[in-house]
């Protein structure tokens, strides 16, 4: 396994992350999740966009690299032309303390799997152990700052679901763990606007260019959907159960799945 | 430089975090800072006691070592009997997906660092561009999702200001971006309690079980307060200022820093 790390390329095993990064001290940083088709890698630049975005919320300077190059290489360097790409840009090494350094010098790490298999329609429960806070800038960015994600996901585990819904601080739906969540409510198809702590996800941004509105929701709707969806950058995924309510719709998913060639 | 690292003291330049560590590419961990005088670690206790309870709350396994013996050798290691150290807890390396790995090898990484000098009465704003999240579990335990406490101590800087008072989602106050807050209001000492996001620092534990109470208060009021001042493992330091308004009063912070013989 090789990950592309500062501008070279080199084995994972031996790829050093410095103990005072603070992408590790503090989760000073961000990431992107890239899917790669035929050595390509699919909406490259609505993730640098979004990435560009984060960058400047929390005031990171970009790397001056060729990404789009780095990405190719790391995949093709573990001989792959379809697979996920992680690309992960923290603050770098910093002194102790909570203020970043004045002239950061960001650390870039690229690496590559292979494409996990399509996953089952999802079940679904809300999570009840944590909230998304759509009052602070990080709900809009893709940060390091993933605890609450997996203290949902981990309650989903425990109740032996997929995933878990993530309320805001109003107790509407946000989104999932990992993923951006749609429904098809009184015919509409609708997704809770990024103002309610939606991660602007990129899948998302494309299915809207296609269809639907963005409306905010509570669980209690969810669960009388008709139907529903998980998108992310990996895939078009239908569900199946929210909160023990079936679900027997996939219609919306198929069709969009089908018009964005997910897998 | 030595640090601590999986029970192996070593050259910092030496040392490697794993690309996939999941404390890097999802926050997911814990840390505590402490303080070391005379080779000792002050209130050690109560710090290992949160870092158990965070562990709990994220489902993360302590580590099988002598954590008190480890801290001691890295300050040793480093030529010093007084100073501050850091002890990093995360997840250990995972695979790709927020769900962590059954059975997690933590990464415990322990470094060292001189005692900074005592900071002059602090000055305050209030954080505008973001919130602490009072309703997640996180609050309450010291994780490495810091990135809302970055964003609010950048704002401190920009305005001029030495730290930022992060207001919870109710609009009260919570902390400040590395400190719990004290203020003295209408003759008694006050700081917010737990519930209001306040994390359950070791120094303001300290402090309570000499004198105040929890209660939660507003930035207006704090503006209004006869005295106020911050506490963190390292100092109880006096506020000169709160969003322009001047307080001439540092007569709490001066008995509590001598009573617990802090400097």
Redesign the interface.
């Given at each position: 396994v090789k990950?592309h790390?500062n501008g070279i390329l080199q084995e994972?095993d031996a790829?050093?992350?410095?103990?005072?990064?603070r992408?590790?001290?503090?989760?000073?940083g961000l990431?992107e999740t890239l899917q790669a088709k035929d050595g390509r890698v699919l909406r490259l630049e609505a993730h640098l966009d979004r990435l560009a975005r984060g960058a400047e919320?929390?005031?990171l300077p970009l790397p001056d690299m060729d990404l789009e190059a780095a990405l190719a290489d790391t995949l093709a360097a573990n001989g792959l032309s379809d697979g996920?790409l992680?690309l992960?840009l923290?603050r770098g090494v910093g002194p102790?303390?909570?203020?970043?350094p004045l002239a950061p010098q960001p650390t870039v790490?690229i690496?590559a799997?292979p494409l996990p298999p399509p996953a089952p329609a999802a079940c679904l429960i809300g999570a009840s152990?944590?909230?998304r806070?759509e009052?602070?800038?990080?709900a809009a960015i893709k940060?390091?700052?993933?605890?609450?994600?997996?203290?949902a996901?981990?309650e989903a585990?425990r109740r032996g679901a997929d995933d878990a819904v993530l309320l805001n601080?109003m107790e509407r739906v946000a989104e999932t763990?990992?993923a951006n969540i749609f429904a098809v409510l009184d015919g509409r198809l609708i997704t809770p606007p990024v103002s309610e702590g939606a991660l602007p996800g990129v899948m998302r941004a494309a299915v809207l260019a296609l269809e639907g509105i963005e409306r905010a929701f509570t669980l209690q709707e969810l669960m009388q959907a008709d139907e529903v969806f998980l998108t992310s950058a990996l895939s078009i995924r239908p569900v199946r159960e929210v909160e023990g309510f079936v679900l027997l719709s996939d219609a919306a998913a198929r069709r969009l799945a089908a018009a964005l060639a997910v897998g």
């Open positions: 990950v790390l994972a790829a050093r992350i410095d103990p005072a990064d992408g590790l001290t503090l989760g000073d990431f919320v929390i005031g996920v992680r992960t923290t102790r303390g909570v203020l970043p790490l690496t799997a152990v944590t909230r806070n009052l602070s800038p990080l940060s390091l700052n993933y605890l609450d994600n997996i203290l996901r981990q585990a601080t763990s990992i």
